[in-house]
């Protein structure tokens, strides 16, 4: 069982910048971020290899948003700057326990086995 925390979520206006972390309990592989709004399925955002060579963003928040994770500390972090109301969501973080083959794409939820529980992200404008 690895136990995931986030933290770092708030309220913000347009433009503004907020770096969300999560903390790991144990050694992860595959992280990533994902957001949700009430109504609406959670979409991935970003991920990263272990290593942190590899990362991948929506279109949406490619140019804004900056994932890294400190393996030294098992925490993972997302940069979101120049931040818009449609970044508004709660956002969650995902991790691997095991290994896979780096996917230069969209990685699915079912990719994931442990989540946290979300951190809520405002943005008005």
């Known amino acids: 069982q690895i136990d995931l925390v986030e933290s770092g979520g708030g309220s913000v206006h347009t433009g503004d910048s907020l770096r969300l972390s999560c903390s790991a309990s144990?050694?992860?592989?595959?992280m990533a971020w994902f957001r949700q709004t009430p109504g609406k399925e959670r979409e991935l955002v970003s991920h990263?290899?272990?290593?942190?060579?590899?990362?991948y963003y929506v279109d949406s928040v490619s140019g804004r948003f900056t994932i890294s994770r400190d393996n030294t500390e098992n925490t993972m972090h997302l940069q979101m700057n120049m931040l818009k109301p449609e970044d508004t969501a709660v956002y969650y973080c995902?991790?691997?326990?095991?290994?896979?083959?780096?996917?230069?794409?969209?990685?699915?939820?079912?990719?994931?086995?442990?989540w946290g529980q979300g951190t809520q992200v405002t943005v008005s404008a």
């Open positions: 144990d050694r992860t592989y595959t």
């Open positions: 990263i290899s272990r290593s942190g060579d590899n990362t």
């Open positions: 995902a991790a691997r326990s095991k290994p896979r083959a780096w996917t230069r794409g969209p990685l699915s939820r079912a990719v994931f086995d442990y």
